[in-house]
């Protein structure tokens, strides 16, 4: 890369169905890196560029955040399509972590909905500057002023509108450009001839008013603008130099507008893209030095600097692995040699390629701020790559714990064979998605973040892998815990002859506060002998993983040891751990154990007429109602529920609301369930356990 | 929760005739803007609640997460300067018992909420002692729009608060002491009550007591940075 301020790693993310595909498929074309367009849901059987498995051509929806570059006048895009099923946050949360500025694609119909909040959420959390662009202007009901309303208030951004639209729904025509005031239209079979008109009359008065509000939200972030203004020597540079200022401040969101399906108003994005968002060298970007008790060290996108990058995503190809790498700082080239951080692993670079969607182009090297991916290195996502003068790691992306769960079992054993396969590689590639095999049933278990995470793998297991499985009933992720102080006082004495073993452990267990195990030793006089005292603290948490009353992982328990004794010969650190088995077996049934469920924070959008409906589900499924918002003709409900009771709500809430309705739902915390449903589930384990024998 | 109660502003009430507002009357809070008028309703709510009654809480400006985290971020003020040790208790019953309706881009109405409250009492067994309602424009708000407030919170037997903002411009005031914006509609409201940043503090004052005809100077001194009570003004 000659110059890296002409670099721009963006990402498309926005709510399903806005049309990212689409509009990502567009930019292809326009920036010449594709030579005809498909739909996503094509008639033609190719499918759109960035939707490259062969899942998400079916289903329509974009899985992985394939990335693929791009040039428009003089500027390198990078661009990670990202998916919009909150299911595959994880996929979002990395793009972001590799990008400097996105795109958030929005329905000029269905406005901000749930999954834009979540997406804009996790953008700032990474303080990404956007752009957004009210995409499908040409559908009826097409309202982009009550988009801009939406973001302001439902996104808590400061949206300025760069051009407005030459008629709606069916008559848009083009768009008039607030900057240079001139009108443009998309002329020819794609709308590849932009032609600049003047202004039509009729839309002459709105333009200068909404001018008027770009020039005031804009020149907050210049002086220069403002004495221009003043002085009336207006020039458009002026104008892009302060929104543009804002925009890297994310203190404005410049709006832009058009129809990708209908070919309207994505080159003018495009320089929207190149214009207002950040380069590299733009974006303060931090690792932690591991030499240094992970000190946060800031990274200088210098090609001549040590090389700090980062894995963000694994691919399978008939060929071997693809793995897709930002590079932070220095530079990276074939023939290098490289240090996985994770575990000092050195490799070769064999291959490095400049991927667009499933397609590379081989190139020898790499500099800071780029995004290429090695072939054949074996590695895993989230991994940071250095030459070996440093060792630093990415700072650490935040994964959280699968909620649900399921067997998978092989058809036969070459199925056998391929799951194997199928689950190192997802696993690699996922952090979310986990899976493991039950040793007392000997069955696989896979697990994730909800029912549609895991109904993709699975079929991307029977399709990518031609591995045949049959799955079970999705399971809920349950924990067990303890709602009162117990005492124990355990002795373990053993004499079979040989050496003998002896400890004795007393104490109690408590609920901890933060919900995590501790152990606190107030052991005093030696009575048991220091030696001794991490093996208790391993016996009590070998005790965790599995909890008496149903065999569910015990979470949120302090252990306090202040007393025991030991025996000169027959005390071991075994005996002492097995004594801390039997302290636990004593005490917990006396510390009122309870089981606790995962409650998942739902967001549920549908017309107002079905409100009612819709609470009655959520009341139907133990759901508590947190908050209503009313805006329009909608409602916006967002409640808590189990997730046991959620299987299966998408079809119920299409039901409800006439096919209206969506949700969204994510992880937020574990709850007590309640005595009756507690009940069921002993039933159930004691009915599995008689079944089992 | 013991706590919070012997230090809420409502304690002003304990001075008024009857104790409190009561079920089927309208109370108002009359502040200028950035005084805190939000988070002394959000005092009011926590007091409620905390007595065990269940609340909704409508905003007309701000969407439901802002809310809540007004509501969060009181609570945490709360808990450290009282130093509360059942937080996770605390929070529970929060959430259990109070429910946030927002209406935005003008799309309240008396008919909207009317038909969202009776979707929650149907549908969730929700039924709310007090409702709070805050962002109301006072100013534009009819006479006629307070009057069917009055015969909503006497059907539902709920009392309802307000919140309404003055200006420091705007000195109006009517005969029976009552400012602007609330000194054409005070027949109205039962309780009236006034926050006004003093030099020794903030001071929430009682200014309309039911029928009661004569009020002395019944007013508390709030602390500024958590609204708990500092001692009788």
Request: charged share 25%.
């Amino acid at each position: 890369m000659k110059n890296i301020q002409e670099l721009r790693n963006i990402g498309i993310s926005a709510h399903i169905d806005s049309g990212k595909t689409t509009l990502t498929e567009r930019i292809l074309y326009y920036t010449q890196r594709i030579h005809a367009i498909h739909e996503v849901r094509g008639k033609d059987g190719v499918g759109a560029k960035m939707d490259s498995m062969e899942l998400e051509k079916e289903r329509g929806i974009t899985i992985s955040s394939a990335a693929t570059y791009c040039r428009w006048k003089g500027h390198q895009i990078n661009i990670i399509d990202t998916p919009g099923h909150v299911d595959f946050t994880i996929e979002v949360e990395r793009a972001l972590r590799v990008l400097d500025g996105a795109v958030l694609v929005l329905c000029a119909v269905g406005g901000v909905q749930s999954q834009s909040i979540t997406v804009d959420r996790q953008m700032n959390r990474y303080r990404v500057p956007r752009i957004a662009f009210i995409n499908k202007c040409d559908r009826s009901g097409a309202d982009p002023l009550r988009v801009i309303r939406q973001i302001r208030e439902k996104l808590n951004e400061n949206p300025v509108l760069m051009q407005i639209p030459i008629g709606l729904e069916g008559n848009l025509s083009g768009v008039v450009d607030l900057v240079s005031m001139k009108a443009i239209f998309f002329e020819g079979e794609r709308g590849d001839s932009l032609v600049v008109k003047e202004i039509p009359d009729e839309l002459k008065e709105e333009a200068e008013a909404r001018r008027e509000e770009l020039l005031d939200a804009a020149s907050l972030f210049s002086d220069a603008l403002t004495e221009a203004i003043l002085e009336d020597r207006l020039e458009e540079d002026l104008i892009h130099e302060a929104v543009r200022k804002g925009t890297l401040s994310r203190e404005l969101t410049p709006v832009f507008l058009g129809s990708a399906y209908k070919n309207l108003g994505v080159q003018p994005l495009l320089d929207g893209v190149t214009r207002y968002l950040p380069s590299p060298t733009e974006v303060d970007n931090v690792a932690l030095d591991l030499d240094k008790g992970e000190k946060e060290i800031p990274l200088t996108v210098d090609p001549g600097a040590p090389l700090v990058a980062l894995a963000f995503k694994l691919e399978v190809t008939p060929y071997g692995q693809l793995s897709y790498l930002r590079v932070y700082q220095g530079s990276i080239g074939k023939g290098d040699d490289v240090i996985i951080t994770r575990n000092r692993k050195k490799i070769k670079v064999g291959r490095l390629v400049r991927m667009h969607a499933d397609e590379m182009e081989d190139i020898d090297r790499a500099g800071a701020g780029e995004i290429v991916a090695l072939f054949g290195v074996d590695c895993y996502s989230g991994d940071t790559f250095t030459d070996g003068r440093l060792n630093y790691t990415m700072s650490t992306m935040f994964v959280p714990d699968p909620v649900i769960s399921m067997t998978v079992v092989p058809s036969d054993n070459k199925a056998q064979g391929n799951m194997s396969k199928a689950l190192n590689r997802f696993t690699r590639e996922d952090p979310t998605f986990r899976a493991h095999v039950d040793q007392e049933s000997g069955e696989t278990i896979i697990s994730g973040m909800g029912e549609l995470h895991l109904d993709v793998y699975v079929e991307r297991m029977k399709r990518e892998f031609n591995a045949q499985v049959v799955t079970g009933i999705p399971q809920v992720a349950y924990r067990e815990s303890i709602t009162a102080k117990a005492a124990f006082d355990y002795t373990h004495k053993k004499q079979t002859g040989g050496a003998g073993q002896y400890g004795r452990v007393a104490g109690c267990m408590e609920p901890s506060r933060d919900g995590s195990y501790a152990f606190v030793n107030e052991v005093k006089g030696g009575s048991i002998p220091t030696e001794f005292i991490p093996s208790v603290d391993k016996g009590f948490r070998s005790c965790l993983d599995k909890g008496q009353m149903l065999g569910f992982p015990v979470v949120g328990m302090q252990i306090t040891v202040n007393d025991g004794k030991a025996h000169s010969v027959d005390s071991s650190e075994r005996a002492f751990a097995q004594a801390a088995v039997g302290a636990f077996r004593q005490a917990y049934s006396k510390a009122r154990p309870v089981i606790l469920e995962p409650i998942m924070k739902v967001s549920i959008e549908c017309p107002s007429e079905f409100q009612g409906n819709v609470m009655a589900s959520l009341n139907q499924r133990r759901g508590l109602i947190m908050s209503s918002a009313e805006d329009g003709v909608f409602s916006a409900i967002d409640a808590e529920v189990p997730l046991a009771e959620m299987f299966g709500y998408a079809t119920v809430l299409r039901s409800l609301t006439q096919g209206k309705g969506e949700f969204t739902m994510e992880f937020s915390r574990y709850a007590k369930v309640p005595e009756s449903i507690a009940e069921d589930l002993k039933r159930e384990f004691r009915e599995k356990g008689k079944g089992g024998k | 929760m013991e706590r919070f109660i012997s230090a809420s502003p409502l304690k002003l009430l304990e001075r008024s005739s009857r104790k409190g507002l009561g079920p089927g009357n309208l109370g108002v809070l009359i502040a200028r803007a950035g005084v805190g008028k939000t988070a002394c309703l959000i005092h009011i709510a926590f007091d409620r609640i905390f007595h065990g009654e269940k609340l909704v809480h409508v905003s007309l400006d701000e969407t439901p997460e802002k809310v809540t985290s007004y509501y969060n971020v009181i609570l945490y003020d709360l808990v450290k300067a009282l130093d509360m040790e059942d937080e996770y208790e605390v929070r529970g019953r929060i959430d259990r018992n109070r429910l946030i309706l927002a209406y935005l881009n003008q799309s309240f109405s008396l008919e909207r909420l009317e038909n969202n409250l009776g979707n929650l009492e149907k549908n969730m067994g929700f039924k709310p002692d007090t409702l709070i309602v805050d962002g109301m424009d006072c100013k534009e708000a009819s006479r006629d729009l307070f009057g069917q407030f009055k015969q909503f919170a006497e059907s539902l037997e709920t009392e309802i608060w307000f919140s309404a903002l003055s200006h420091r411009h705007i000195t109006e005031t009517n005969e029976r002491g009552i400012p602007y914006p609330c000194h054409q509609v005070d027949d109205l409201f039962s309780i009236i009550l006034q926050l006004q940043p003093e030099t020794t503090g903030m001071h929430l004052r009682l200014l309309k007591d039911h029928d009661h005809p004569s009020i002395s100077d019944v007013s508390l001194k709030l602390d500024p940075g958590t609204f708990l009570v500092m001692e009788k003004g």
